[in-house]
């Protein structure tokens, strides 16, 4: 927390970016913030191309339909640009989480062509609980996605709503929600302890080390295996009461 203006203090985007999404959320668990149950992305939700790295940005939320025309009048906002206009406003990377309300989807929430439009307009990935095409063209783009499967056509694909609560993979996200996402799922960060997560990650792994590397080394009986559970579990036990003070 910055004690000046009483904000949390900007997480380290890179340093988010250098672990993964399930050591994300081991690490979010040791500040008993939430439920080791919520915040993270149900299996509907799964990576386009598990090999590309982590992805990291602050959602951009929009609603999507296309089993149906769009009905807007006559000089009404096209929702569409109003999404662009928010990614070109925002100086960190964005994530363009989309709510497809049509259910099941009727079309693909997104091609190449507009992945290649989030992608020059500052998004760092997508998400929908819709569905994908195009899939190898978006792969070319190094461009994460996320989805709930794929379809070969787009409907009448059109845009509802923008800069709105959505609910994707069971989990409700805002505008400006810091999210995180690979091979494994997508997971919010909480805001007022971002900044803290990549020190969390850094000593998280190490005080697993002091079960993993020797178990790993492949010379471990049950006692010591038990006696290096223990360990562990009192060094996290101190990591717990640090991360605290440090907030």
Known sequence: MNSVTGSPQPPNLAELASFDTPTICNAIELFDVRSPTAGYMDRRIAACFPDLPPMVGYAVTATFRSAEPARRREGDPNPAFQLLEILADHSE?????????????????????????????GAAGLITSGA????????????????????????????????????????????????????????????????????????????????????????????????????????LDQLKAELLSMR
Not at 95 to 119: E, H, N, R, S, W
Not at 192 to 212: F, G, Q, R, T
């Open 93 to 121: 990377p964005s994530i363009v989480v989309f709510q497809d309300l049509d259910d099941p989807p009727a079309g693909a929430t997104f091609g190449d062509g507009m992945c290649l439009t989030y992608k020059t307009f």
């Open 132 to 235: 994908a095409r195009d899939l190898d063209n978006v792969r070319a783009l190094d461009f994460p996605c996320f989805s709930h499967g794929a379809v070969c056509g787009h409907g009448h694909c059109h845009i509802e709503s923008v800069d709105v609560p959505v609910h994707i993979g069971g989990v409700t996200i805002h505008p400006g929600d810091l999210l995180h996402g690979d091979r494994n799922g997508v997971t919010t960060i909480p805001l007022e302890i971002a900044h803290l997560v990549p020190y969390a990650c850094s000593e998280y792994l190490k005080h697993e080390a002091l079960v993993l590397d020797p178990l790993r080394g492949g010379n471990m009986d049950i006692s010591d295996h038990r006696q290096a559970i223990a360990e562990m579990s009192q060094s």
